[in-house]
């Protein structure tokens, strides 16, 4: 046993059980961009304490570290254990909404979202350089405002739906050629490698954060906590140019609450093979350059499905997307700016629910005097509903309709203030307004107005 491995169990042994799993699936984009703004604070954990504790002088003028967790250092037991090789990490997340105009009916609703889980450190752990082990576990509870009151497709909860606890991730990740070329195999969230933009975080509907929902509803695309079996391959051909790719399982009874914990469920259909470039500019060492993120990204699942619409199968889903973030305004060599995002996608009509997807919206970083990590949010999302199962829904309904009077899409607007309570703690008070939210019904739904708060915190 190494010395690390040792030191652990002494520690562990004196401190009674500790449970060891963090928050490592929906984290990975964050990780691997450790220079990310404030933007993606709240999706992404803050770094656990590492100073040695070691006695205060009996007089100083330096202030305490701030407290980085709820739970904190656990009396330097959290930070011996990252120091040799074992990050302990955690969040939990609640939204409270209000239906209070518009939808089906109107009510009050609350979901919270627990992760836990652990990162090992391999190199330090027992000598395999460039080695990391990630596991991850989600609980989820409660009750939708989509799904129950609004009754429409964008979810105005990022953390609704799936209300139960699973076993998320099981993965190994490898880095090669000093962290250049990068591998992630076993259990895991596609999403954590591809296609996210954490910048959507600053705001609470799952249309923003932290993927494009065209993705998951229009393929075998699978975002966190849903995982599957896969490989990611991540290379990053220049500081600031990142290629990513991979080869995924394509299993949607791996959604079932039954198969929570049994990742080797039957029901593969297919693989998804994904293709994304990045580009990251102002991240090279000694940029003047404000910083963004650019992706472009193409992906193909090889599983035959129904055609939408009706009239039998088509073998093959596809998608195409950019995503785009970029800061336009900076005040000094702080963090206050303001930024812009944009999101499209394009599917086929023939396998795709959402033939198209457009989002955009600005975030301002740092809001009044001292309130430098406060971000304010406006955006918007509109869903485009594949014309195919509009014309299948009016050809077939009970009573006849019109193809021009059933709504296109479905439209999210969203308001959002993240104050940054301390390190750990973000409140959300949040505003939505959904145009059309029976438009994935093909029913003529009052536009619905929602009220809710976000809180956020890393245990």
Not at 238 to 244: Q, S
Not at 428 to 454: E, H, K, M, W
Request: hydrophobic share 35%.
């Amino acid at each position: 046993m190494t010395r690390p491995l040792v030191r652990i169990a002494a520690r562990m042994t004196g401190c009674g059980l500790l449970i060891a799993t963090p928050f490592a699936a929906s984290t990975a984009y964050a990780e691997e961009d450790a220079g990310e703004e404030t933007t993606a604070q709240a999706s992404a954990p803050t770094s656990v304490q590492t100073s040695v504790i070691a006695p205060a002088p009996a007089a100083s003028n330096e202030k305490p570290a701030a407290r980085e967790t709820l739970t904190g250092n656990w009396g330097g037991l959290r930070s011996d254990l990252k120091q040799d090789g074992v990050t302990i990490r955690g969040d939990y997340v609640s939204e409270s909404f209000s239906a209070v105009d518009g939808g089906q009916r109107r009510g009050t609703t609350y979901v919270h979202q627990l992760r836990l889980g652990a990162d090992f450190d391999m190199e330090k752990l027992t000598g395999w350089q460039g080695g990391i082990v990630h596991v991850t576990f989600n609980d989820r509870r409660g009750v939708g405002i989509s799904s129950d009151f609004v009754g429409n497709r964008l979810p105005i909860q990022e953390a609704a739906g799936g209300y139960y606890a699973r076993l998320t991730e099981a993965s190994v990740e490898q880095n090669l050629m000093g962290g250049k070329l990068n591998f992630r195999v076993g259990y895991f969230a596609m999403g954590n490698d591809l296609g996210g933009q954490p910048i959507g975080c600053n705001f609470v509907n799952a249309a923003f954060c932290a993927h494009p929902l065209s993705m998951s509803g229009d393929s075998g695309w699978y975002n966190y906590p849903n995982a599957r079996w896969g490989v990611a391959v991540r290379y990053k051909l220049r500081p600031d140019v990142v290629l990513r790719t991979g080869v995924y399982q394509v299993n949607p009874r791996l959604n079932d609450e039954k198969n929570a914990w049994n990742p080797f469920a039957g029901g593969t259909i297919g693989v998804l093979l994904p293709f994304e470039v990045e580009y990251d500019p102002g991240t090279r060492p000694g940029s003047r350059v404000l910083p963004g993120h650019y992706k472009v990204g193409v992906y193909y699942d090889t599983a035959r499905v129904p055609k939408q619409g009706g009239g039998g199968t088509v073998r093959g889903r596809g998608g195409f997307y950019i995503l785009a973030d970029q800061m336009i305004y900076r005040e000094g060599d702080s963090s206050r700016g303001v930024s812009l995002f944009g999101q499209f996608t394009a599917n086929p009509q023939v396998s795709g629910q959402i033939s198209r997807w457009y989002a955009g919206g600005v975030i301002k970083i740092g809001t009044f005097k001292g309130r430098d990590a406060d971000t304010i949010g406006l955006g918007f999302t509109h869903a485009v509903v594949d014309p195919r199962l509009r014309r299948f829904h009016v050809d077939t309904a009970p009573v006849p309709g019109s193809y021009a009077s059933l709504p296109a899409g479905e439209t999210a607007l969203e308001l959002s203030y993240g104050f940054q309570a301390n390190r750990w703690l973000v409140i959300r008070p949040d505003v939505q307004y959904i145009i059309d939210p029976g438009a994935f019904g093909f029913r003529s739904t009052p536009n619905a107005l929602a009220l809710g708060l976000q809180v956020r915190m890393q245990l």
